[in-house]
């Protein structure tokens, strides 16, 4: 009898520490914030992932390198895996959304992503802004299922 197939493990090198998952109150708050689209069509935040198991990725701004390389590695998991996993993977940035069309076309990235130019989002969920080393004490990223 044959083994189904493996796949590779791929997961974060720098150590993380643990972290709570955002208080139901928070997330409550933060999916009535409107998010706009690359067309500037807003949407509520909530309504990203309430069908759909979904990854959401908070980046600094599009003008971070850091963020560009981020990206650009996110851009690189297959649209077949998400589908099959019945996953949506979305990024999400601070900045104008005549930023995002230019920032996908740089980076090539091809999924979804929307902005939150008042950083109410960020705000609520507890990000702060700056460079920082990932200890701050908050995620970037939320995964909703």
């Not at 189904?4 to 520490?17: E, K, L, M, N, Y």
């Not at 643990?18 to 999916?31: G, I, K, Q, T």
């Not at 993977?89 to 230019?102: C, D, N």
């Not at 076309?105 to 990932?134: A, C, F, W």
Request: proline share 9%; with cysteine; hydrophobic share 35%.
């Amino acid at each position: 009898m044959s083994l189904p197939p493996t796949f590779p493990v791929v997961q974060q090198v720098r150590p993380a520490p643990a972290v709570p998952h955002p208080e139901p109150a928070e997330l409550r708050d933060a999916a009535r914030c409107m998010v706009v689209d690359e067309d500037g069509r807003r949407v509520p935040f909530g309504t990203l992932y309430r069908r759909q198991k979904t990854v959401v990725v908070f980046v600094r701004n599009f003008l971070c390198y850091t963020c560009k390389e981020y990206v650009e590695d996110l851009a690189k998991v297959p649209r077949s895996y998400l589908q099959e996993a019945n996953v949506r993977l979305i990024v999400i940035g601070q900045s104008s959304y005549h930023h995002i069309k230019p920032f996908c076309s740089l980076t090539g990235y091809p999924h979804e992503m929307y902005v939150d130019p008042q950083r109410e989002i960020y705000k609520i969920l507890g990000m702060k802004r700056g460079e920082g080393n990932g200890i701050s004490g908050k995620n970037n990223f939320l995964i909703f299922m």
